[in-house]
């Protein structure tokens, strides 16, 4: 998107950027930084670098876009009609993620209430147990056919885990309140809160990791631990990587606010954040009671 201007859009005009070099940047950025990691997986020296200079990229080509939407946001360049638009991207944003957390919910419910079964030999399915795989046990957790991985022992819920969940939900209301705080014009209290929320954030990704290192190093279970680990660590991996997205673009906010942007009645960019959080905080519900619990 452009740069800002010095003066401000007609109100019932849209606003309309003019050429930037933001998109092909960050289209050459995602392309290295992809092929870099082809190259890793498939052993070649220079991959780490090579993906290593593109993950580079595309923290300057966000740094660089995103720096021009907030100057163009504070020019007063955008209308009534623009914040529209913007939230509706960012709730089709959204409804993308819920769908792309949906088909991995969905991969562990087919595998629990069909796939063990079927290999168990229950219902229809009996002959594909007794000519593949006679001595399986309809049992979950599983590791598959032929112990994949070989055995390994899964988190208590009531650990580690709901104690992270604690932290989501205490992060949640603190947003809450910071939302609350910003829409009463108390910045004292906005930028208390939202400190707060950043920080529970990154404290849940740092307790995820530890439980990481506890899984893999204490209870063998690892991404080749069969069905169940394989759905764990996707389920888990990607959800910590949102939260750590998440706690990154509120750290983000928090300078802005330090920084006196944003108004009671002008604050999509803080909105927009708060959404996406909320939504974190309501996939790992899911992921608590269908991964950890049930």
């Not at 080509?61 to 914040?83: C, K, P």
């Not at 991985?149 to 939900?169: C, D, Q, R, S």
């Amino acid at each position: 998107m452009a740069h800002a201007h010095s003066h401000a859009a007609p109100s019932d005009k849209y606003y309309v950027p003019h050429s930037s070099p933001w998109p092909i940047i960050g289209s050459v950025s995602l392309f290295t930084t992809v092929s870099g990691i082809s190259l890793w997986l498939n052993h070649v020296t220079a991959g780490p670098y090579i993906f290593g200079l593109g993950l580079l990229m595309v923290i300057f080509m966000f740094a660089g876009w995103f720096g021009n939407v907030i100057s163009e946001s504070e020019g007063r360049l955008y209308n009534a009609a623009v914040d529209r638009s913007f939230r509706m991207g960012m709730m089709w944003f959204i409804f993308s993620e819920v769908m792309f957390f949906a088909a991995f919910f969905g991969a562990l419910f087919y595998a629990r209430q069909f796939s063990i079964p079927w290999l168990g030999g229950e219902g229809v399915k009996y002959f594909t147990h007794f000519l593949l795989w006679d001595n399986f046990e309809t049992a979950w957790p599983s590791n598959g056919p032929g112990a994949v991985g070989g055995e390994f022992g899964v988190i208590p819920a009531f650990g580690l885990p709901a104690i992270n969940t604690a932290i989501l939900l205490l992060s949640g209301v603190t947003i809450t309140i910071a939302h609350h705080a910003l829409k009463a014009n108390k910045r004292t209290a906005l930028n208390i809160f939202l400190a707060a929320t950043f920080l529970l954030g990154f404290l849940f990704v740092f307790l995820q990791a530890e439980e990481y290192i506890h899984a893999y190093k204490e209870l063998n279970l690892t991404l080749g631990s069969g069905v169940y680990g394989s759905t764990f660590f996707m389920l888990t991996g990607f959800h910590g990587f949102h939260v750590t997205m998440g706690a990154i673009m509120l750290t983000v906010i928090w300078f802005r606010c330090l920084k006196g942007h944003f108004t009671p009645t002008n604050h999509f960019a803080f909105e927009g954040v708060a959404w996406y959080w909320h939504f974190v905080d309501v996939v790992w519900l899911g992921l608590f009671i269908f991964v950890y619990w049930l």
